[in-house]
């Protein structure tokens, strides 16, 4: 799936952010958990993995 080629191009802090908030579905606190960073650091990778995805996603669109 696009999709996952999509996210699997993403730097590997950026995936796993966003894998465990969009897939696993946990929060912002659980995330900094698991990872051991601080959640404003979860917040803001997730929120560049995000940029990073549409900006992708958008650029894939443009070549069909």
């Not at 946990?26 to 900006?55: E, W």
């Amino acid at each position: 799936r696009l999709q996952g080629a999509l996210v699997a191009q993403l730097p590997a802090e950026y995936r796993e952010v966003l894998i465990l908030r969009e897939i696993e579905d946990l929060s912002y606190k659980d995330i900094a958990l698991v990872t051991g960073i601080p959640s404003g650091t979860v917040m803001s990778r997730l929120s560049r993995a995000r940029l990073a995805l549409r900006k992708a996603w958008i650029s894939n669109e443009k070549r069909l």
